[in-house]
């Protein structure tokens, strides 16, 4: 498991950097970064705070799960 974070880092990294060498401007990396946060931040929401804050029950397997359960919740709110 530290093999797959610490590859999967190194991709994130290669990829950030080939962008900026490609594209070398502040607001380029300014997006970057921006993005790069926000999709922290989804993921941090998609696995910890609905798993400990909003649905204490429900254990995620991956992206596809938390996908399958919000659209879950969101027709189960239209029938009710």
Do not use: N
């Not at 990396?29 to 804050?53: M, N, Q, T």
């Amino acid at each position: 498991m530290y093999l797959k974070a610490i590859l999967l880092l190194g991709i994130g990294l290669l990829g950030s950097i080939i962008l900026i060498v490609d594209h070398p401007s502040w607001r380029t990396a300014a997006l970057l970064s921006v993005a790069i946060w926000g999709f922290c931040r989804a993921y941090y929401f998609a696995f910890y705070v609905i798993e400990h804050y909003i649905d204490p029950q429900y254990k995620f397997a991956g992206l596809i799960s938390f996908v399958r359960y919000a659209v879950g919740r969101a027709s189960d709110r239209k029938d009710a």
